[in-house]
């Protein structure tokens, strides 16, 4: 299992790498579809830190705090990738095809519809801060049903 801090550097350099660095936002809302579909494949989590529900969605804070520096800019800091073990690359990777073409704002729209982020925030105003928890089981629902939806289960 990699950290959530790894599994950033990942995605910021596989996104260095094609030439298009992804902004703060959009990694956050990244680590959570990783994570979700993580839970919802393997039974596992990608990483064991905690992603919160703050106001433009899904947010890991340790990794916020590594890149909030860039503020809305594009994270051009070179990093260097972690090795992943397969499982994690493989999901990674299927995770940026699927999601990797929207804007970090689209991203943060998606989440605010789905029912993980809206069950942490439990009625808090979206405009108010939070630090609530996102939980796995929350999020291993909600991406097992997707999944189960999308395969005509």
């Known amino acids: 299992m990699v950290t959530a ?13 094609a030439g298009d660095p992804v902004t703060n936002l959009k990694l956050q809302k990244l680590l959570y579809y990783v994570q979700g579909w993580h839970l919802a494949m393997s039974d596992n989590p990608a990483f064991t830190d905690r992603i ?12 916020y705090g590594e890149y ?27 995770v940026l095809d699927i999601y990797g073409g929207d804007s970090g704002y689209e991203l943060e729209i998606r989440t605010h ?7 942490a925030r439990d009625g808090i105003p979206p405009d108010q801060e939070s630090t609530s928890i ?11 049903r997707l999944s189960e939806d999308s395969h005509g289960k």
Not at 52 to 63: K, L, R, T
Not at 113 to 119: G, K, Q, S
Request: glycine share 2%.
């Open 52 to 63: 919160e529900a703050w106001v433009h969605g899904p947010v890991q804070p340790g990794v």
């Open 68 to 94: 909030k520096c860039n503020r809305w800019n594009p994270i051009c800091t070179e990093v260097q990738p972690p090795a992943l073990d397969i499982q994690t690359k493989s999901i990674t990777d299927e």
């Open 5 to 17: 801090s790894e599994l950033a550097k990942y995605i910021v350099h596989k996104y260095q790498e």
């Open 134 to 144: 996102i939980s796995h089981e929350s999020m291993k629902h909600f991406f097992k």
């Open 113 to 119: 519809h789905e029912p993980p982020w809206i069950e």
